[in-house]
């Protein structure tokens, strides 16, 4: 009866690797988490289905596809969708990426790997995307099986430097780090998204005060989302929580694509390559419906967007 127990439960006697060797068996179980075997195919969409089945009383079954996909060189800083901000839990190191709060989100490949994914051209990268169809994971788990899926796929396409060939907990720019999102709170005025020096022009109605959420560290990408709290303000997306700007400072290197390719401000601080990005979401023309004037009024005098390089610049040490 044991033994049945095991087998039901593990992949003691299922396949040991998975996704065509991408992850171990080993992996897998702990990115889909619980109990239950583990088994992995592969679709239309040349796309890694990986399942687990919860076999015991109250088990549930677990789906996550894995997909290695190109995706523009301004990746993950498109126009207006951003995939790696202040709402996202950040991966950091050689093989970045960022996750929701459900495990859905993405790993990038190194820059030397732009031809390994589907539909790639000369000029793209790569990036293992992970959709979560079913069931409750662990995100920081599942990121984790994802950038060993990642790093295997890099290696057996022959595009990780020898530098990298160890595995993910290894140290310097190999390791991996999972940084979760911070919640949504209410900003400083002197000290926005915690950043010294960045202080704004003008200060939000009381009715609307400024929140934000961070994500990420300043040695290698941070990201801030600000919004406002009221729910009327007109905003294109969901006005309670859906940001006005956002900022990032890169300082990952496999990052450095897409703050080019947008065009974010570069600065050498403390010897190290930095960019430093904007985003805004907020504009007269793109509000739905009437918006407080004195909402209006804190936008038009904020200086938000002008304010954060030199903020940022002052407290990274840049020349």
């Known amino acids: 009866m044991a033994g ?21 068996s080993e992996d897998a179980q702990e990115g889909l988490g619980g109990s239950g075997r583990v088994t992995s195919r592969f679709d239309s969409t040349n796309a890694c289905v990986l399942e687990r089945a919860g076999w015991l009383p109250g088990g549930k079954d677990v789906r996550v596809r894995l997909r290695a996909t190109a995706v523009d060189a301004a990746h993950p800083f498109a126009d207006s969708l951003w995939t790696a901000s202040g709402e996202q839990n950040i991966v950091t190191g050689r ?7 459900h495990g859905t989100g993405w790993v990038s490949l190194p820059a030397s ?10 000029g793209d990268r790569t990036v293992l995307r992970v959709g979560v169809e079913q069931g409750d994971v662990d995100p920081a788990e599942l990121s984790r099986t994802a950038e060993r899926a990642a790093r295997a796929i890099a290696a057996s396409h022959q ?5 990298s060939q160890a595995g993910s907990t290894a140290s310097g720019a190999g390791s991996f780090r999972y940084l979760p999102a911070s919640r949504v709170s209410r900003s400083d005025p002197a000290k926005v998204c915690g950043l010294p020096g960045f202080a ?34 007109g905003l294109p997306r969901d006005n309670e929580h859906g940001p006005f700007a956002r900022f990032a400072i890169v300082r990952n290197p496999e990052l450095f694509s897409g703050a080019r390719k947008r065009g974010f401000e570069r600065a050498v601080c403390q010897g190290k390559e930095t960019y430093f990005g ?21 936008f038009r005098r904020s200086s938000v967007l002008e304010r954060f390089p030199d903020a940022a610049r002052t407290a990274l040490g840049c020349g």
Not at 159 to 163: F, I, V
Not at 205 to 230: K, Y
């Open 200 to 233: 704004l022009a003008a200060t939000a109605p009381a009715s609307t005060p400024v929140q934000e959420q961070t994500s990420g560290s300043f040695d290698d990408a941070w990201f801030c989302d600000l919004s406002l709290e009221h729910p009327d303000t």
């Open 95 to 101: 093989f970045p990426g960022a996750f929701d709060e």
């Open 113 to 122: 790997c732009a031809m390994v994914g589907e539909g790639a051209v000369k």
């Open 4 to 24: 049945a127990t095991v087998a039901a439960n593990t992949n003691a006697f299922g396949p040991r690797e998975l996704c065509g060797g991408w992850l171990s």
């Open 159 to 163: 595009c990780l430097s020898a530098g």
């Open 278 to 298: 904007m985003d805004n979401l907020f504009s007269e023309e793109n509000t739905k419906g009437p918006v407080d004037e004195a909402v209006m009024d804190f």
